[in-house]
């Protein structure tokens, strides 16, 4: 598949503003970890290639192993996960499936439980942001492959 367009050369005061989110997001009360593995699962949901190259290799480089990245689209029925990723999967999916639904209370009260207010907004704004991504790569067919994680995602998981 060839890429449609490059946004990240044509649209560089929109990418701007794509990137401050990041910015913030790297600074956020969301561990750089937990942030990638979400990255990594909405990416799957959207089926995102670009996305999922891209959060696989910095997962790895953070030290995460295959076996739970292979099983993370299994996650409820995984014994990998701590209760504090299994609810930011249960709120990234719940977001992600918006038109399924809706977010349940149910889903609310689980990532109540395991996030305080301040980290329930990051991690919102993790998941609508990574939503955003997949779907500007989707559309202009960003091609999987070439990224490499930066000499800072060398260090072990946060």
């Known amino acids: 598949m060839d890429q449609r367009l490059d946004y990240s050369e044509k649209g560089k005061e929109a990418m701007k503003a794509m990137y401050g989110l990041e910015l913030y997001l790297a600074k956020s009360s969301i561990e750089r970890h937990l942030l990638h593995l979400i990255k ?69 009260e689980i990532a109540k439980a395991e996030f305080n207010e301040q980290e329930l907004i990051d991690l919102t704004l993790a998941v609508t942001t990574i939503n955003a991504w997949n779907r500007i790569s989707i559309a202009f067919r960003t091609t999987p492959g070439t990224y490499q994680p930066p000499k800072l995602a060398h260090h072990s998981a946060e």
Not at 41 to 70: F, P
Not at 81 to 104: C, I, K, M, Q, S
């Open 40 to 108: 990594f699962r909405v990416s799957q949901i959207n089926g995102c290639a670009y996305c999922l190259d891209m959060h696989s290799k910095d997962l790895r480089a953070a030290g995460e192993t295959e076996q739970r990245l292979y099983m993370l689209d299994a996650w409820r029925e995984s014994p990998f996960y701590t209760d504090r990723e299994r609810a930011a999967l249960e709120w990234a999916e719940a977001l992600t499936l918006v038109t399924e639904g809706h977010v349940r209370d149910e889903v609310y």
